[in-house]
């Protein structure tokens, strides 16, 4: 376990399904204090040069994935490398999520072009081996598709009211097959799992037992 050093701080990156309560997680962690999170940016993904990114990719995924995607993965590279002065750094999502869940799933379902993935996957392997994107630990919350799915219907994101549930299973399947049986590419980083299934009001014992074994335990190391 690498402890947190002074060049970078320990970067944890909370990953889990559309739905699976990241940004609750996230809020939760941050009123323990000194720490600093960077949640997902939607604002820019909704927002690029006045286009909504976000909706054109619903709206259009074969047209517009590799837009979508190529300004996720720019997105990510600055919330990695972003300067920060706390000891630990919270991420949502990570470069390594956008390229082996997302990518991935796009590429699988040939939505994504074979050329436009290649493009993709050149612009990750540079960045990886040549920017301070490292992950310390990877906190996946686990949850079932159908789980997620209710709770994305109740959410009623705009853009997100034609995700069928087709796309959150297979995403699901791509989570659990990266983080959990560790059988899709590299896996960078340890995994603290968390059920995420629990109402996100009960989730709290669930967080209590993060920050036992993981927030106090890097303290002291
Ligand atoms: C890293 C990464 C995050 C991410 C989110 N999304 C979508 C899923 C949700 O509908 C929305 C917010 O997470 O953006 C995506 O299509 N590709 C992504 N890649």
């Known amino acids: ?12 990156a909370v990953e889990g399904n559309i739905g699976s309560g990241k940004s609750t997680f996230l809020r939760h962690i941050e009123k323990l204090g000194n720490v600093t999170v960077f949640s997902e940016p939607l604002e820019k993904w909704r927002n690029c040069q006045g286009h909504n990114l976000l909706d054109l990719l619903y709206q259009d995924p074969q047209r517009y994935s590799f837009t979508f995607q190529s300004y996720v993965q720019l997105t990510l590279l600055q919330a990695h490398t972003q300067k920060c002065s706390t000891k630990f750094r919270f991420l949502e ?5 956008a390229r082996y869940c997302f990518v991935e799933k796009l590429r699988r379902d040939g939505i994504m072009a074979s050329p436009e993935y290649s493009v993709i996957d050149e612009w ?11 992950v310390d630990l990877f906190v996946y919350l686990r949850t079932d598709p159908e ?6 219907l109740k959410r009623d994101r705009a853009e997100e ?3 069928p549930f087709e796309y959150i299973k297979s995403l699901h399947e791509i989570h ?42 890097r303290v002291a190391v």
């Open 1 to 12: 376990r690498r402890a947190p050093s002074l060049d970078r701080p320990c970067t944890i």
């Open 93 to 97: 999502r990570s470069i390594f999520s």
């Open 124 to 134: 990750f392997k540079w960045i990886k081996q040549e920017q301070a994107v490292g």
């Open 147 to 152: 789980v997620v799915y209710e709770r994305i």
């Open 161 to 163: 009211r034609k995700v």
């Open 176 to 217: 659990e097959d990266w983080l959990y049986h560790k059988r899709l590419y590299e896996c960078p980083a340890p995994v603290f799992t968390i059920d995420a299934n629990v109402d996100l009001g009960m989730i709290g014992d669930e967080y209590g037992r993060f920050e036992d074994q993981v927030l106090k335990k």
